[in-house]
Nanobody, 122 residues
């Protein structure tokens, strides 16, 4: 069974920083894709970015230069470092994974975590 558990959400003021973590458990192939998505009420889920088994990353234009995705394979943990946060970054952030397939353009996730709330005040 694949499980993803997010943590690190909270409330910060605009310009602040947060670091989200996602712990993966279960089987995973040598080729995989993991990433972050976010969603607010009445809006479509948005891909924040992803990272593959080789360490290649992709980011949405809205977060480029502010957010960084990384992973620690020894800890089976995915990270999302968020800097220079803006009120429009407020959302529930979800960790997602495809344990058996590489990232590709338009990837919309596979397995999902429970989500963690990020609130940015002005």
């Amino acid at each position: 069974q694949v499980d993803l558990v997010e943590s690190g959400g909270g409330s910060v003021q605009a310009g602040g920083s947060l670091r989200l973590s996602c712990v993966f458990s279960g089987e995973r192939y040598s080729t995989y894709c993991m990433g972050w998505f976010r969603q607010v009420p009445e809006k479509k889920r948005e891909a924040v970015g992803n990272i593959d088994s080789v360490g290649r990353t992709t980011y949405a234009d809205s977060v480029k230069g502010r957010f960084t995705i990384s992973q620690d394979n020894a800890k089976n943990t995915l990270y999302l470092q968020m800097n220079s946060l803006k009120p429009e970054d407020t959302a529930i952030y979800y960790c997602a994974a495809d344990p058996f397939y590489d990232c590709y353009s338009g990837w919309e996730g596979g397995y999902w975590g429970q989500g963690t709330q990020v609130t940015v005040s002005s």
